[in-house]
């Protein structure tokens, strides 16, 4: 029986990638979806291609730094569908790999104000709603560095630790509202954005390092979807608070055994083509630790 019968989800940055999975996987749950991404073309492909699948869906261009933009995203899932149930804060950025000091101010501020206003302002539109009507599910997206820092991924490392803080102080405060505040940590999706990468020039050549972290512990985004489907079911009534995290020693075992596998077999790399572009230092480039 599908989970979702009946509920209604709002998913940003999900005209592609982990979001269009997860909004994928939501309709074919008996959920109606609010498809959101900065391109209306990417937009209304997603939701055709939702629609041609047999679930209900439509869309919004949406620039997850602007407030207004994001409300609107609430407006059209109640006008459309009748309710908004579940909320799921998904769209994020990337900054280049390198030293802190020689990403650009311009491509730190740009990630801040995705993965950190923008969960902000989804969160802030959901409680709005969810809070009144004692109940609802919000999903708030972690990733690499939440607990811990990451040297030459900082910026994006250190947003996430706000997003994780952010989220666990929220379910406390609303820990009796009947609305559930969940975390959830995807793992490493094979995506364009893991498959395209970016360095600031002169550390490029770190790219076999992430080369071989894909290949043995990226998935497919069917696998977290498939997790975020169970985090906005039934299944968490009453877990507000609740961490869920795809990566931990069972698989990443489990990718060290595909592995040496792999090469007994002689089978070709799943993680043929890994693109790279690189930005000049914000800085004088400073050495690298050896």
Not at 41 to 66: P, Y
Not at 121 to 136: D, E, I
Not at 200 to 225: D, Y
Request: with cysteine.
């Amino acid at each position: 029986m599908a989970v979702l019968v009946g509920k209604v989800a709002v998913i940003t940055g999900s005209s592609r990638g982990l979001g269009f999975a997860i909004a994928q996987a939501y309709a074919r749950e008996g959920a109606a979806v609010v498809v959101a991404s900065r391109s209306a073309n990417s937009v209304e492909q997603a939701v055709e291609l939702i629609r041609s699948e047999g679930g209900m869906a439509n869309g919004l261009a949406c620039d997850v730094t602007d407030l207004d933009q994001v409300g609107k995203l609430a407006d059209l899932a109640t006008k459309q569908f009748g309710a908004l149930d579940i909320w799921v804060n998904n769209a994020g950025l990337s900054s280049p790999y390198g030293p802190t000091i020689l990403v650009t101010p311009e491509k730190i501020t740009n990630l801040i104000n995705t993965n950190i206003l923008g969960v902000y302002h989804g969160t802030l539109v959901a409680m709005h709603q969810f809070v009144p009507q004692g109940r609802g599910k919000l999903i708030n997206l972690i990733g690499r560095g939440a607990r811990h820092p990451i040297a030459m991924q900082n910026a994006y490392a250190s947003s996430k630790a706000w997003v994780r803080n952010f989220t666990l102080a929220l379910a406390k405060e609303n820990k009796t509202s009947g609305v559930g505040v969940y975390l959830f940590n995807p793992g490493l999706v094979d995506t364009d954005m893991m498959r395209h990468l970016h360095f600031v020039e002169g550390f490029e050549n770190n790219v076999n390092t992430f080369r071989t972290i894909a290949r043995l512990w990226s998935n497919s985004p069917e696998v977290p979807a498939q997790k975020a489907v169970w985090l906005a079911s039934s299944a968490t009534d009453g877990r507000t608070g609740l961490e869920v995290n795809l990566i931990g020693p069972r698989s990443l075992l489990a990718g060290i055994v595909r592995e040496a596998l792999r090469r007994l077999l002689g089978r070709s790399d799943p993680i043929p083509n890994i693109e790279v572009s690189t930005v000049g230092p914000a800085l004088e480039r400073v050495p690298q630790d050896e």
